[in-house]
């Protein structure tokens, strides 16, 4: 059979990506990423495991009642109620799949399943056929597949296939493999099942030798028409094959791979942008396609050459990937609601009338300490609203005292239940003391497991977005809260983090 030319985008970033350690998303951050995907034109969208918790149950459910366009997927082992959790979360979905695994490797069948070869085969054609009896679209995963025997590779894929599964998918679980070594693995395959025309084959490759996206690529050379991969290429230990250098490399290089994606690569900046958020995970600044410095030319030569020539020393246009241009300032002071909004409509944010006040007033309000108003202050501003549903407490004042010779000081304000309280609190340090001024209101004690401060943009009026990740009562959240000064960024990140656990422990009750 001939093979088509468009390789299928299959994102995992609320599955898998959401298994890296600390990486936990609520629900409704997990909507918004979904969102997104579904506009960035991504073809698969892994949203969850539904047995592993009611709150990833829910979560799939969530995804699949609002995504219209992508296919909505739930993960499930060879476990009769994992599969009826599947079908039962992805049930309103428009289009749905069940993405099924076992493992198939010498050494977890061994050590981790205690099975014969040929009872494996029975449980995964088992599962196949009762998943196929409810729905069309499956997809089997032998794990660990990259360390299987072939021979029982193809004999495995070849049952499911006949079972009913219509892409068959090759992880690399352990991120062990070489791009040659994997590319082989995917030609054998291509070239050893007999039926395999009547399914799509699938790379899921880790990136813990750094080699993710590369054997993903080698894969897709030999014959893989689906690549599974994340935003920011977060996951399991050191994480997936990254979506944005996947696909930018299918385009860039259009001429050496002959092939395309559905994606719509002008979405991957923001988000980028979103899932860092989202998760507390800071993209480096050297990261390839969406890093900071990703499209920076600091030597005098090569600005010199990308001014007088782009394609001298940039290989792809940085408006490809929807980096925000810093041509001039975009906004100011005297900007109106109108050419505000208008803005908005061209980062692809439409907001309805009610946020958009809200976001329209906190935009004056920086205007006011900001000359220049970039695009990534728009992002953070609107992010920042997006967080106005768990409002418990908000910030009305705060004034900090510091200095090189007296005790930080710090006396804060706060609106709770419509009433205000105020109180006073010193500190090792000026963020210290806010926290504790903050905890002496709010009567909620959090142990800061990570602090970290970024400006969204240049110049020295730049906001400050502090990201911290907070364990309060046993429960790990992140906080976000942007300002142009940095002890108030760190109050609102503070109260932002608090009002997630407020409305989660609401929520429980
Ligand atoms: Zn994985």
Same mark, same amino acid.
């Given at each position: 059979m001939m093979k088509s030319d468009k390789v299928l985008i299959f994102d995992t970033t609320l599955r898998d990506g959401e298994q890296?350690?600390?990486a936990t998303m609520s629900s409704e951050e997990k909507l918004q990423i979904a969102f997104s995907l579904e506009r960035l034109g991504v073809?698969?969208? =892994?949203?969850?495991?539904?047995?592993?918790?009611k709150g990833d149950f829910d979560s799939v459910q969530n995804v699949a009642k609002h995504v219209k366009n992508s296919v909505v997927c739930g993960l499930a082992r060879c476990v009769i109620k994992d599969i009826d959790a599947v079908i039962d979360s992805v049930k309103l979905a428009k289009h749905k799949r069940i993405h099924i695994f076992l493992a198939t490797s010498k050494i977890h069948l061994q050590h981790k399943l205690n099975k014969s070869q040929d009872q494996i085969v029975a449980m995964a054609v088992e599962a196949v056929k009762y998943a196929r009896k409810r729905m069309d679209n499956i997809e089997f995963s032998p794990e660990d597949a990259s360390r299987t025997e072939k021979e029982f590779l193809y004999r495995i894929l070849e049952a499911v296939i006949k079972a009913g599964a219509s892409t068959v998918n090759i992880p690399d679980t352990v991120g062990y493999s070489t791009p040659q070594e994997y590319g082989a693995v995917i030609a054998g395959i291509c070239n050893n099942v007999p039926n395999i025309g009547k399914a799509v084959v699938s790379t899921h490759c880790h990136d813990d030798l750094g080699l993710g996206v590369a054997n993903s690529l080698a894969g897709v050379q030999n014959g893989a028409r689906q690549v599974e991969c994340t935003i920011n290429g977060i996951g399991e230990r050191a994480g997936n094959a990254s979506m944005e250098e996947v696909v930018m490399a299918i385009k860039t290089r259009s001429d050496f791979y002959r092939l395309s994606t559905?994606?719509?690569?002008? =979405?991957f900046y923001r988000i980028s942008r979103m899932v860092s958020k989202a998760t507390g995970f800071i993209v480096p600044p050297n990261k390839a396609i969406v890093g900071a410095n990703a499209f920076r030319h600091e030597s005098g030569i090569h600005q010199d050459g990308v001014l007088k020539e782009r394609s001298t020393y940039e290989i792809m246009d940085p408006e490809e990937v929807g980096?925000?241009?810093?041509?001039?300032?975009?906004?100011?002071?005297?900007?109106g609601r109108h050419a505000f909004k208008e803005r908005l409509k061209n980062l692809g944010i439409d907001l309805p009338e009610l946020s958009l006040d809200k976001a329209f007033n906190s935009f004056k309000d920086l205007a006011d300490k900001k000359k220049e108003i970039y695009d990534e202050d728009l992002v953070a501003i609107v992010e920042d609203q997006g967080h106005l549903a768990y409002v418990a407490y908000s910030l009305v004042d705060l004034i900090s005292t510091s200095g090189t010779n007296i005790a930080p000081e710090v006396v804060i304000t706060m609106m709770h239940k419509g009433k205000k309280q105020t109180k006073k609190s010193t500190g090792d340090g000026p963020v210290d003391a806010c926290y504790k001024a903050i905890e002496s209101v709010t009567q909620l004690k959090g142990n800061l497991l990570d602090y970290g401060i970024k400006s969204v943009t240049q110049g020295k009026d730049a906001l400050g977005e502090v990201t911290l990740k907070v364990a309060i009562e046993g429960e790990t959240i992140i906080g976000r809260g942007a300002s142009t000064d940095i002890i108030e960024a760190s109050a609102k990140a503070y109260i932002n983090a608090i009002n997630k656990y407020v409305a989660q422990r609401n929520l429980k009750k």
């Open positions: 890296a350690p600390g073809d698969i969208i =892994e949203a969850g495991f539904p047995i592993s918790s559905n994606i719509n690569t002008k =979405e980096l925000p241009s810093h041509d001039g300032l975009v906004l100011g002071k005297h900007s």
